[in-house]
């Protein structure tokens, strides 16, 4: 069973600060990451998505992974209170995995 | 572009009715996908589908859930008799390709409440 693992939070933050969002996956055959952005209510909203080791940089957003240690993070830097959201974490080995997402709070 | 457009938003109906779900993928995205996704949990695949074949309902309940795509762009999910458990919101998505390198797009989703 290909299990992807989240910290379900909440985890909070003051406005400005870096918010660090991990995820963790067991199969090491897996091929593409994915970050996705849920508002209460709504459904997901692609972030980022990354294919290889190191990192990638959109804006306030970083997405890094580390094949090797088969972890993949997002990190939020100068966090604003419209981050407050559950972040999902998605992994693919010839089909979507989600995790079960993060809630993030950005107190102002 | 057009997103993933999907009706209705939302539905009550009571335990043993039937609902029907439809959803419009983005255009030129042959690949679709209907997920479950219930309070506090990650969305679950129901089934993907590859223009107009099913490449993956091994987590589809067969005995009450069915869903076509019959001209390999539209999809319909269908739920009979629905059950308390169903109770969720059905979000359909596409991709461009079925290598999994592609990002899902999400539609608006579903919200079932059955009763």
């Given at each position: 069973q290909k299990e992807v693992e989240q910290n379900s939070g909440p985890l909070s933050v003051p406005e400005g600060a870096i918010a660090s969002l991990n995820c963790t996956y067991s199969d090491q055959g897996s091929?593409?990451?994915?970050?996705?952005?849920?508002?209460?209510?709504k459904s997901p909203e692609l972030i980022m998505f990354i294919y290889s080791n190191g990192d990638k940089e959109d804006g306030r957003f970083t997405a890094q992974l580390n094949k090797a240690s088969q972890y993949v993070s997002l990190l939020i830097r100068d966090s604003q209170p419209s981050d407050s959201a559950t972040y999902l974490c998605a992994v693919t080995f010839n089909k979507f995995y989600f995790g079960s997402g993060t809630k993030l709070n950005v107190k102002p | 572009e057009a997103g993933v457009a999907q009706s209705p938003r939302y539905k009550i109906i009571e335990k043993r009715q039937s609902v029907a779900f439809w959803c419009n993928p983005i255009s030129g995205h042959a690949t679709l996908y209907?997920?479950?996704?219930?309070l506090g949990q990650g969305?679950?695949?129901?089934?993907?589908?590859?223009n107009n074949g099913v490449v993956d309902d091994s987590?589809?309940?067969?005995?009450?859930?069915s869903?076509?795509?019959?001209?390999?762009v539209d999809s319909t999910l269908k739920i009979q008799p629905a059950k308390l458990e169903d109770s969720a919101v059905?979000?359909?998505?596409?991709?461009?390709?079925a290598d999994y390198n592609s990002p899902l797009h999400f539609g608006n989703g579903t919200r079932l409440t059955v009763t």
């Open positions: 091929q593409s990451f994915f970050w996705y952005r849920q508002y209460s209510g | 209907w997920y479950q996704q219930i969305p679950k695949l129901l089934i993907q589908f590859q987590q589809l309940p067969k005995d009450r859930f869903a076509e795509r019959l001209k390999g059905y979000l359909c998505a596409s991709s461009l390709s």
